[in-house]
């Protein structure tokens, strides 16, 4: 890492909202749902499909998480109304876990109900790691009941994330297989970049192997090509599997995969809490120390 960009994370804190949201504006769909929409209608003119994410996560007050409910059926709505190729994603905090498993339970079941009558699919984001049990038992438990129309996500930097994926795959869980972003310690996680795409790839192969659907969640050239190659030689078709970017990020590459053949979802997250995933992202990603040097210097 460069000086500047260890100085523009170390700094972080104080650089103005509105430079952070000039910045973030290409990986932020916008605060408002319409704002969300218009994105994904251009994503999928671009033949990309979409997953819709309503921005916040940690949910403390258990009528925010009904108001936060609330709006992820509205997402839901638009998608049907507007003919779109998307999905949704959401995050157990957001929908009550911190406060109470059973309200995020009822909350995420709710979701799933209203999903299922549009025909729809829920992805179930995974947090840090201090939700990752009660994560997979939601899962577990709304698998039980009969509901088929979500998806789980594994992070490879995690060390038990082996035992989850052959454990899951026997049970026809549906995947996102990402490396994490969560600042773990070095006794549940892998710290090494190596360590973490091999043990990616190694992921993959068992989910693929073992038949699951896959959204492989990366912008690593490194696991792209392995993946690319990987398909290859299990000779899949590319119904069975999809790519997955954040919006805003390796677009060349991105468009690449799709000139390739190969299907690629799109990450649109869009909401009033914009401020917190784009200071994380930014942080995650110190190459925008650049960026944001345009921002403040370059009008």
């Not at 000779?235 to 390739?260: H, K, N, T, W």
């Amino acid at each position: 890492m460069s000086l500047l960009n260890k100085f523009v994370v170390t700094a972080m804190p104080l650089i103005p909202k509105a430079i952070v949201g000039r910045v973030a504006s290409r990986y932020i769909a916008g605060t408002t749902l319409n704002q969300g929409v218009q994105t994904v209608k251009r994503l999928n003119q671009a033949r990309m499909m979409c997953t819709m994410d309503l921005l916040g996560e940690d949910v403390k007050d258990a009528s925010e998480t009904h108001q936060v409910r609330d709006n992820i059926l509205s997402i839901l709505q638009a998608i049907g109304q507007n003919q779109l190729n998307s999905n949704v994603s959401i995050k157990p905090t957001q929908l009550g876990l911190s406060i109470d498993p059973e309200l995020c339970f009822q909350s995420i079941r709710t979701i799933l109900d209203e999903a299922r009558r549009l025909g729809n699919f829920v992805r179930i984001d995974m947090e840090d790691a201090t939700t990752t049990d009660a994560t997979i038992a939601i899962y577990r438990r709304l698998r039980a009941d009969g509901y088929s129309n979500m998806g789980v996500v594994i992070q490879a930097y995690l060390h038990r994330s082996e035992a989850d994926v052959r454990a899951l795959v026997k049970e026809g869980a549906n995947f996102r297989l990402c490396k994490g972003i969560y600042n773990e310690s070095p006794s549940i996680a892998f710290k090494d970049r190596q360590e973490i795409r091999n043990n990616y790839l190694k992921l993959l192969q068992i989910i693929l192997e073992g038949g699951s659907y896959v959204g492989i969640a990366t912008h690593d050239d490194f696991l792209i090509d392995g993946a690319i190659t990987l398909l290859k030689k299990l000779e899949l078709e590319p119904a069975q599997y999809e790519f997955q970017m954040l919006l805003g990020v390796r677009e060349s590459r991105r468009d690449q995969i799709v000139r390739d053949g190969h299907r690629l979802r799109v990450y649109v997250p869009y909401g009033e809490q914009w401020y917190a995933y784009s200071t994380r992202r930014l942080k995650e990603n110190p190459a925008m120390a650049w960026y944001i040097t345009k921002a403040i210097f370059i009008r």
